[in-house]
């Protein structure tokens, strides 16, 4: 082969690698924005409002069994996740409380959209009404019993604003996307507030509205309902009561004639349902949707919530 030939040769082969490595799903991949969400009810929010948009890429980073992620500790995985993202919607209102500096180690440029940014009206995360009592349960300083009530997702109310604040800081994040997302929340948040509009009416219409829940989940729900939450089993989500609260928890259940004590399906049941049976009252089981399957489809809230309806319907009665 003439020198001139291997010459010409030699600049393809150099020409056709580098087409290989700037082919064309590579250079797609590093435009596409890698939105990261905390939990499962953001994340199903954020699929919600990223409907239809080009160049973004949504996942979860803790399972989407877990729930809510009371007293969670960061993974490997959930580190290298955060590492190749390039935004991170959480919840907000303490709930990511296992985030925080490990976060900005990881990734210094991750931007951070807050689904509880800009949302008034938001209740303390109380510990439940057996507390006057007084007994032993943890100590305010664990975070969770003084704080804010960070289940704005169990209220359908509530959540329509969190699509409303996920889809601002979305829209600022990947401009491209802006008037998409805006569209979508504005869709979404009809739906879920049309799902408000009806709970709140089936609120309107239960015989008993006192009900016991198994963590503060429902709190915001109850509010929007008209619904009043007299006793709380687990004090600290997570946490059973001991043989002496338990006792306490029958009393107060008894004395404010509350209509059904509702377990939830991301902790064990039995002690909820042991405490219902000894006050003499209906347990059920209530879904907050902190947690999911995996593919859920991208009204599974609306499914949730409209099932819980008939639950609500059926335990408390209605007129
Ligand atoms: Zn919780």
Not at 159 to 180: D, N, S
Not at 245 to 260: D, S
Not at 293 to 305: K, N, R, S, T
Request: net charge neutral.
């Amino acid at each position: 082969m003439p020198p001139t030939n291997r010459k010409f040769f030699l600049l393809m082969a150099v020409c056709c690698l580098l087409l290989t490595l700037h082919r064309p799903s590579a250079w797609a991949a590093e435009q596409t924005v890698r939105i990261l969400a905390t939990t499962f009810p953001v994340y199903q929010i954020a699929r919600n409002i990223g409907q239809g948009v080009e160049g973004i890429d949504i996942d979860l980073m803790i399972p989407a069994a877990m729930g809510c992620p009371h007293d969670y500790a960061l993974t490997p995985q959930d580190m290298r996740k955060l590492a190749a993202a390039d935004v991170l919607v959480v919840n907000g209102l303490g709930l990511e409380e296992f985030l925080g500096a490990p976060v900005q180690k990881a990734n210094p440029r991750l931007k951070i959209v807050d689904s509880s940014q800009g949302i008034a009206r938001i209740l303390a995360y109380a510990a439940g009404e057996h507390d006057e009592d007084g007994h032993g349960h943890k100590s305010a300083g664990d975070g969770h019993d003084h704080g804010p009530n960070p289940h704005l997702f169990a209220s359908p109310r509530m959540a329509a604003l969190q699509a409303a604040a996920i889809a601002r800081g979305l829209a600022e994040a990947h401009p491209a996307g802006a008037a998409r997302y805006a569209a979508n929340a504005q869709a979404y948040g009809q739906r879920l507030n049309r799902l408000a509009d009806d709970m709140a009416a089936l609120g309107g219409r239960l015989a008993n509205k006192r009900i016991v829940t198994q963590h503060g989940v429902f709190d915001y729900l109850a509010r929007d309902m008209g619904l009043e939450v007299v006793a709380v089993v687990q004090d600290h989500a997570g946490q059973n009561p001991a043989a002496a609260e338990m006792l306490a928890l029958v009393a107060a259940i008894r004395a404010k004639r509350a209509g059904a004590l509702f377990t939830e399906p991301q902790y064990p049941e039995a002690v909820g349902a042991a405490i219902a049976r000894e006050a003499g009252i209906v347990a059920a089981r209530l879904d907050p949707v902190a947690n999911g399957p995996e593919q859920a489809p991208l009204d599974y809230y609306e499914q949730v919530m409209r099932r819980n309806m008939t639950i609500l319907e059926q335990t408390l009665g209605s007129r």
